[in-house]
């Protein structure tokens, strides 16, 4: 067990960068320019705008409801796939 009164900053800072991991992947898969434009920009905002609010009851679903939001001004075709 370390003894973490005796570490300093620097050496806490390390500690957690080499403890910390990344449990997502952090390349997105949607492109801004993939595929063809939406024909309905309305509906896929209809869909993922209440999505938003159900991250707050739902955190377990928010990394990829903000991967779609990230794309509601301008959505694509392979966009509304992921959506649904």
Known sequence: MLNMQRLSLHEL???HAILSTTLIDTKSKLGANSGEQCED???F???????Q???FTRPDISYDVH???LFMHGPMNSH???LK
């Not at 905002?45 to 999505?51: K, T, Y």
């Open 45 to 51: 905002q209809s869909l993922a705008g209440p999505l």
């Open 53 to 55: 609010y159900l991250t």
């Open 67 to 69: 991967q779609i939001c």
């Open 80 to 82: 509304m796939l992921a």
């Open 13 to 15: 800072v390390c500690l």
């Open 41 to 43: 920009p309305s509906l």
